[in-house]
């Protein structure tokens, strides 16, 4: 059972835009920034978004993120078909003094 | 260009040992803080240790404590994780990942990972 609890999958038509969440408490997400990752299945994950809505430079801006709370959104617009991908949030607990995940949701592009 | 090799993976009987290695290049190792990650295949991503720039800090995820210790030569550019006392649970793909001192806690690059399976 991951500490960050996101929807296991999320699908949309090219072109479209999902939104994935990421659910946590006042020990991670509440008092800490968001990371996001996609896994590619097969290769190594890549950081998309970080401190909550920063992209690295080469990612590009069809990619978002947004915190609120104790929640984070990463949001992919224009979907194509090389979003299919596996996507993490992660961040740290302050309680666990630990890394935390959360368990994935998998992005199909119908 | 920023590379983490790991090597050292293996089949391991339960109750025994593995020391894994993450080679770095590309960048100033002991400019950034290192971690492991592991993943079960087809399963999510779970923390399981890191450790700052100069060894003075690390961290352990509750299930490997006791058994599991990071360390890091940054002469040689070298993340390790020593793993005693394997069990079944601890079989998965182990990536280890850089993360930037400065800002926010993130892992900004991932090796491919070295996979560890415990079986009898």
């Known amino acids: 059972q991951s500490v960050l609890t996101q929807p296991p999958s999320v699908s949309a038509a090219p072109g479209q835009r999902v939104t994935i969440s990421c659910s946590g408490g006042?020990?991670?997400?509440?008092?800490?920034?968001v990371s996001w990752y996609q896994q590619v299945p097969g290769t190594a994950p890549k950081l998309l978004i970080y401190d909550n809505n920063e992209r690295p430079s080469g990612i590009p801006d069809r990619f978002s993120g947004s915190k609120s709370g104790t929640s984070a959104t990463l949001g992919i617009t224009g979907l194509q078909t090389g979003d299919e991908a596996d996507y993490y949030c992660g961040t740290w607990d302050n309680s666990l003094s630990a890394g935390v995940f959360g368990g994935g949701t998998k992005v199909t592009v119908l | 260009e920023v590379q983490l090799v790991e090597s050292g993976g293996g089949v391991v009987r339960p109750g025994g040992s593995l020391r894994l290695s993450c080679v770095a290049s590309?960048?100033?190792?002991?400019?950034?803080?290192m971690s492991w990650v592991r993943q079960v295949p087809g399963k999510g991503l779970e923390w399981v240790s890191g450790?700052?720039?100069?060894?003075?800090?690390?961290g352990y995820v509750e299930s490997v404590k006791g058994r599991f210790t990071i360390s890091r030569d940054n002469a040689k550019n070298s993340l390790y994780l020593q793993m005693n006392s394997l069990g079944a649970d601890d079989t998965a793909l182990y990536h280890c990942a850089r993360r930037p001192l400065w800002g926010s806690y993130r892992f900004d690059y991932w090796g491919q990972g070295t996979l560890v399976t415990v079986s009898s």
């Open positions: 450790i700052e720039w100069n060894g003075g800090i690390r």
């Open positions: 590309g960048f100033t190792f002991d400019d950034y803080a």
């Open positions: 006042s020990s991670n997400i509440g008092n800490n920034d």
